[in-house]
């Protein structure tokens, strides 16, 4: 026997583990490009080599996110969103305008996103947890990248993410937005 769960094709369980691959595939796809766009802006600029540095490290992590969830996609026959090409666009698009806005409002732009992140990722945990041990695997890697977001998280705020112009705007409206995202990735 190699390990691997065989899905048993009509059960409730699958459809869900195919969402939580789907969507957290999406999400991390949309993490790498807001990552790209900051850097983007951020690589540039010699005074701004560590932000540059800190963002590259928390890239590396998405892009290993990334990869896993390839994986996922492909050893579970797992449909990726129809949505990507948007994610690529707008992931890009919101961390090159964040970065625009300045250090703290990029951080403010981690912060948020990755607060969301830690929410959903907390919820698909529990629902995996009730599936048992066929699952554990899968649970037990979203666990693990969710700790890495709460890095993320927390550093971002150390390095001033509340202190940008407008936060409680800014973070309101990316907060949102990952809320649509994620809603949208789960099923188209």
Same mark, same amino acid.
């Given at each position: 026997?190699?390990?691997?769960?065989?899905?048993?094709?009509?059960?409730?369980?699958?459809?869900?583990?195919?969402?939580?691959?789907?969507?957290?595939?999406?999400?991390?796809?949309?993490?790498?490009? =807001?990552?790209?766009?900051?850097?983007?802006?951020?690589?540039?600029?010699?005074?701004?080599?560590?932000?540059?540095?800190?963002?590259?490290?928390?890239?590396?992590?998405?892009?290993?996110? $990334?990869?896993?969830?390839?994986?996922?996609?492909?050893?579970?026959?797992?449909?990726?969103?129809?949505?990507?090409?948007?994610?690529?666009?707008?992931?890009?698009? $919101?961390?090159?305008?964040?970065?625009?806005?300045?250090?703290?409002?990029?951080?403010?732009?981690?912060?948020?996103?990755?607060?969301?992140?830690?929410?959903?990722?907390?919820?698909? =945990?529990?629902?995996?947890?009730?599936?048992?041990?066929?699952?554990?695997?899968?649970?037990?890697?979203?666990?693990?990248?969710?700790?890495?977001?709460?890095?993320?998280?927390?550093?971002?705020?150390?390095?001033?993410?509340?202190?940008?112009?407008?936060?409680? $705007?800014?973070?309101?409206? =990316?907060?949102?937005?990952?809320?649509?995202?994620?809603? $949208?990735?789960?099923?188209?």
């Amino acid at each position: 026997m190699t390990g691997k769960v065989t899905a048993q094709p009509g059960r409730p369980e699958d459809s869900a583990v195919e969402e939580i691959i789907r969507v957290d595939h999406a999400g991390e796809y949309g993490a790498v490009r =807001i990552y790209s766009g900051q850097l983007a802006v951020f690589k540039h600029l010699p005074h701004k080599r560590e932000t540059a540095a800190s963002l590259t490290r928390m890239a590396k992590d998405e892009e290993v996110h $990334l990869e896993r969830f390839d994986t996922l996609v492909n050893e579970r026959h797992v449909r990726p969103t129809v949505l990507n090409p948007i994610w690529h666009v707008a992931g890009f698009a $919101l961390g090159a305008a964040t970065a625009l806005m300045g250090e703290k409002a990029a951080h403010a732009c981690t912060e948020a996103v990755e607060t969301v992140i830690d929410e959903h990722y907390t919820s698909q =945990i529990k629902r995996l947890d009730a599936m048992g041990e066929a699952e554990k695997p899968l649970r037990d890697t979203i666990e693990k990248f969710r700790l890495e977001e709460v890095q993320h998280r927390d550093e971002a705020i150390e390095k001033g993410a509340r202190e940008a112009t407008a936060y409680p $705007l800014l973070s309101s409206v =990316i907060k949102g937005a990952c809320r649509i995202a994620i809603k $949208l990735s789960e099923k188209a």
